[in-house]
């Protein structure tokens, strides 16, 4: 449509927000502007049109036509878990650098929810990560999805991985772990994906509860 206006948002951590009009013809323009969430109430709301400044206060909520970047911070007990795993992962600072302060929306592949900050889904899929998987991430006790495939992961399954009862998914395929399947994975009643083929190490006998341990489970690869 000729009388749509491109809009980009600057949103509040420094209570200001923008939105600029890059391209605005000389008769009005009605926008529709929306979000999800209302801004702080001393946020400040300006448009600048043509090179002129209009100032608006906002209350409560504006509606804005993109959908806002948001800040995060990981729950405290969250974020220690996940220092944790960072750290006894060869050379941290190259593997995870964006694992620092405590924004989520910061930090590469992890998803927290918005309210709590309670850590939800780990999705580190081929970021060339080495060592083992260290059991800090069993205390992440929200967490829903967990992706480490296309790594060089060299250890057991965790077995405190059981204890994650929310659980929905889980791909640890294409890395070099080795062993078994804890009898613990079958208190995961809730587990829909249970991905683990690509590690040639990982075998043993196959357990008698693997195939109804869950009557949620649509996926397994097991590879062995």
Not at 54 to 63: E, K, R, S, V
Not at 197 to 210: C, E, K, Q, T
Request: with cysteine; charged share 10%.
């Amino acid at each position: 449509m000729e009388d749509l206006v491109p809009l980009s948002l600057l949103l509040c951590p420094f209570h200001h927000v923008f939105i600029l009009i890059s391209k605005i013809h000389a008769h009005p323009v009605p926008l529709l502007l929306q979000t999800p969430l209302p801004l702080p109430k001393n946020c400040t709301f300006t448009l600048m049109v043509m090179g002129h400044t209009t100032p608006l206060t906002l209350l409560c909520m504006i509606l804005l036509f993109a959908t806002p970047s948001l800040s995060i911070d990981v729950h405290p007990q969250d974020r220690i878990s996940l220092s944790l795993f960072r750290s006894s992962l060869p050379n941290p600072n190259q593997s995870l650098p964006s694992w620092v302060g405590s924004n989520c929306t910061s930090w590469s592949g992890i998803t927290c929810d918005s309210r709590t900050g309670r850590v939800l889904s780990i999705n580190l899929t081929s970021m060339n990560l080495s060592g083992k998987i260290h059991p800090s991430l069993c205390y992440l006790s929200y967490l829903n999805k967990l992706g480490l495939s296309h790594n060089n992961f060299t250890s057991p399954l965790p077995e405190c991985f059981g204890n994650l009862l929310n659980l929905r998914a889980i791909d640890l395929s294409h890395n070099r772990l080795h062993g078994g399947i804890p009898d613990s994975f079958m208190r995961l009643r809730h587990l829909t994906e249970l991905v683990l083929s690509g590690n040639p190490d990982l075998g043993g006998p196959l357990p008698a509860w693997i195939g109804n341990f869950s009557a949620n489970l649509e996926k397994l690869h097991l590879g062995f």
